[in-house]
């Protein structure tokens, strides 16, 4: 068995400021995801990445960057934090992208004053 | 345009009835089509998943029921219990390729 941590587990920032979500998978898995989950929505890809060193973008990537400097992590970056984003962020990781069955973590939640 | 579609948005059953949380899709290529739970609090998990070359997947009192003509799958829950009720997300995705999810369906199960 693996497991997906994410840190941190509520994050509360400033309008404007810059902001990083980690996450860390012990699967060994290849491929890992960025998504965001608004109150009662469903799952947006920001970011996803099929090994170290690549990222490859989502439908909402503007105002995020991402990193993938090592196979077990994945840091999310939010470059401008707005009021209209606030909400829970999930990482997921899989074997690769035609393995396709993605693990999630428990996610971070993002309040911007 | 978006690539899958799931409806209804929200749906309450009586327990014991059979729940139906329906699905389509664009892109014909895909060739993987899962459905995740996501309880309140709690992150997405996999259900059950169907890959085209049936028409049917069964596990338990779950069932996909897949119609390639149409582009359109379903979930069946029979017998639905309380511990049922959360969000249902259907996805699609064809190999080496991302994953689309819809905008789930919100299941109440009622004693």
């Known amino acids: 068995g693996g497991i997906i941590t994410q840190t941190p587990k509520f994050l509360i920032g400033q309008e404007g400021q810059k902001l990083t979500l980690k996450c860390q998978q012990n699967?060994?898995?290849?491929?890992m995801y960025w998504y965001r989950q608004d109150s009662g929505k469903g799952l947006r890809l920001i970011y996803y990445?099929?090994?170290?060193?690549?990222?490859q973008k989502g439908d909402l990537s503007e105002g995020y960057d991402a990193s993938r400097e090592k196979k077990s992590s994945f840091s999310l970056t939010v470059t401008s934090a707005q009021k209209n984003e606030m909400a829970v962020f999930l990482c997921?990781?899989?074997?690769?992208?035609?393995?396709?069955?993605?693990?999630f973590g428990p996610g971070t939640r993002l309040t911007v004053l | 345009q978006q690539q899958v579609r799931q409806s209804p948005q929200s749906l309450t059953v009586w327990e014991g009835e059979t729940a139906i949380l329906n699905c389509s899709y664009e892109?014909?290529?895909?060739?993987?089509f899962p459905w995740y739970h996501q309880f309140p609090g709690e992150s997405p998990a996999l259900l059950i998943a169907i890959r085209p070359v049936s028409n049917k997947k069964e596990d338990g009192r779950f069932t996909i029921f897949f119609n390639k003509r149409e582009k359109k799958f379903s979930l069946h829950i029979a017998d639905s219990q309380p511990g049922d009720s959360a969000t249902y997300f259907c996805?699609?995705?064809?190999?080496?390729?991302?994953?689309?999810f819809g905008d789930g369906t919100q299941l109440v199960v009622k004693p």
């Open positions: 996805a699609a995705s064809e190999s080496n390729n991302r994953i689309f």
């Open positions: 892109d014909s290529t895909f060739d993987y």
């Open positions: 997921a990781s899989s074997i690769d992208t035609s393995s396709y069955e993605q693990y």
């Open positions: 699967f060994n898995h290849d491929t």
């Open positions: 990445s099929i090994t170290e060193n690549d990222l």
